[in-house]
């Protein structure tokens, strides 16, 4: 990542100085070295960047003075969202990671029938984590927030708003819908190591998702999961 190095904080709205502390005061004393009088980039999560200097840095906090704001322009014009199985391992901190990349604006986790992962707060907390860690490094000004539903038709009634619904299903013959054609709010939906039940798919269509092949191989979950938001990033001019 080039450039100041950036860090998460509170709301800043007008407010001249800022103390930064937690686990981004951390980062930014023993990792990026950030020392008196190092300029950076703080991110309050309202699209906004703004440049400070760094005034004094203490042992648990640092506070910097802002020296002006600007609007981000590294964040996506059409919101997508990504509801994804909870994956085994670390593989659904790599979906988090490279969706935030490819410009998710919500990220949801949720527990299916054939779902063998799990999830709790500590987990939770560690997946928001890394959609902070990869907005910042790749100079989005927001991190889209990572929520946990504890069945799918939680996950799938949270789409409610999205123009587009698109249901990755390993057994469907076809698909439903042409990406190509895509525009407006999308959400996206892919399962967890073990897939879907029938009995999901048709949930899934009740609620208004359009099922869609990713070809004739079984794709890995966090691959279909990355393929399915690459295509769609694309498909709305994210990637151009």
């Not at 959609?131 to 996950?155: L, W």
């Not at 938001?229 to 694309?234: E, T």
């Amino acid at each position: 990542m080039s450039g100041r190095k950036r860090f998460f904080t509170d709301t800043i709205d007008g407010r001249t100085e800022v103390e930064l502390s937690g686990e981004e005061f951390v980062h930014a004393k023993t990792v990026q070295r950030v020392e008196e009088g190092s300029e950076i980039t703080l991110l309050d999560g309202s699209g906004k960047e703004y440049s400070a200097i760094v005034a004094s840095v203490g042992k648990r906090s640092l506070v910097a003075h802002i020296t002006g704001e600007s609007a981000g322009d590294k964040e996506p014009q059409t919101p997508i969202y990504l509801l994804c199985g909870a994956l085994k391992g670390d593989k659904t901190e790599l979906v988090v990671q490279k969706a935030t990349e490819l410009g998710a604006g919500r990220i949801g986790v949720f527990s299916s029938e054939y779902c063998a992962a799990y999830m709790n707060a500590n987990k939770l907390e560690r997946l928001n984590k890394v959609a902070r860690e990869a907005a910042k490094q790749c100079m989005r000004s927001r991190a889209p927030e990572v929520v946990y539903f504890e069945n799918f038709k939680a996950a799938l009634d949270s789409a409610a708003d999205c123009a587009n619904k698109i249901f990755a299903c390993e057994f469907a013959k076809s698909s439903d819908c042409d990406i190509s054609a895509l525009g407006g709010a999308t959400a996206i939906v892919v399962g967890s190591e073990g897939g879907f039940s029938e009995k999901e798919a048709v949930a899934a269509a009740d609620a208004g998702f359009l099922q869609i092949t990713l070809g004739k191989r079984i794709l890995r979950a966090e691959t279909a999961a990355v393929a399915l938001m690459s295509l769609v990033s694309f498909a709305l001019g994210e990637l151009k």
